[in-house]
């Protein structure tokens, strides 16, 4: 497993090992041991999956403590545009937005601290997205921001028009009002 920083403090990308051979391929999507040595010092205690059409923007999501989650995110058919804002106060990069294309291709995955926003947005005709939490849902501190909002200035890659949301993220407030 190799482990890519990126200019977010604590916002890293995950390259599994894949080995392939004639019967398909196999890698090991998860290791609490390799996550501990490589990433970070967290424990998942939910798994969740969303299946998505061509244009499903979901985000940008968050939850206020105490139920603030870190997420490892991958995607294990199709494609999306994967986005971390970070919304803590305190950092140098707040406000700032990192994106990275997760695919069953490339099998990339995203590891997002606690204090970030995150969303994406399917770019294939079907995606199915899984992704672990180090803490439990909560609707009463569940949180989000606009997606198109002109402050974070997010290119999702497709047209508005091909942007599908659901009725709860149209009503997302702007980053100005986090």
């Given at each position: 497993m190799?482990?890519?920083?990126?200019?977010?403090?604590?916002?890293?990308?995950?390259?599994?090992?894949?080995?392939?051979?004639?019967?398909?391929?196999?890698?090991?999507?998860?290791s609490?041991?390799?996550?501990?040595?490589?990433?970070?010092?967290?424990?998942?205690?939910?798994?969740?999956?969303?299946?998505?059409?061509?244009?499903?923007?979901?985000?940008?999501?968050?939850?206020?403590?105490?139920?603030?989650?870190?997420k490892?995110?991958?995607?294990?058919?199709?494609e999306?545009?994967?986005?971390?804002?970070?919304?803590?106060?305190?950092?140098?990069?707040?406000?700032?937005?990192?994106?990275?294309?997760?695919?069953?291709k490339?099998?990339?995955?995203?590891?997002?601290?606690?204090?970030?926003?995150?969303?994406?947005?399917?770019?294939?005709?079907?995606?199915?997205c899984q992704?672990?939490?180090?803490?439990?849902?909560?609707?009463?501190?569940?949180?989000?921001?606009?997606?198109?909002?002109?402050?974070?200035?997010?290119?999702?890659?497709?047209?508005?028009?091909?942007?599908?949301?659901?009725?709860?993220d149209?009503?997302?407030?702007p980053?100005?009002?986090?």
């Amino acid at each position: 497993m190799e482990v890519i920083e990126t200019k977010i403090e604590g916002l890293k990308i995950i390259r599994p090992n894949i080995y392939k051979d004639n019967r398909g391929y196999f890698f090991e999507s998860y290791s609490q041991k390799k996550f501990e040595e490589l990433v970070c010092d967290t424990v998942f205690i939910q798994d969740n999956e969303s299946s998505s059409k061509y244009g499903v923007l979901r985000g940008l999501h968050y939850q206020k403590p105490p139920f603030a989650q870190a997420k490892l995110v991958r995607v294990i058919k199709g494609e999306v545009l994967d986005i971390a804002v970070d919304i803590r106060k305190n950092s140098i990069t707040y406000g700032k937005h990192f994106a990275v294309e997760l695919s069953d291709k490339n099998r990339l995955q995203i590891y997002i601290p606690h204090g970030f926003a995150h969303g994406f947005i399917a770019l294939s005709k079907e995606v199915i997205c899984q992704y672990k939490c180090d803490n439990y849902y909560s609707p009463d501190h569940a949180e989000g921001i606009k997606w198109n909002d002109e402050q974070l200035n997010i290119n999702w890659k497709l047209p508005n028009e091909d942007i599908i949301l659901s009725e709860k993220d149209e009503l997302n407030p702007p980053f100005s009002q986090l």
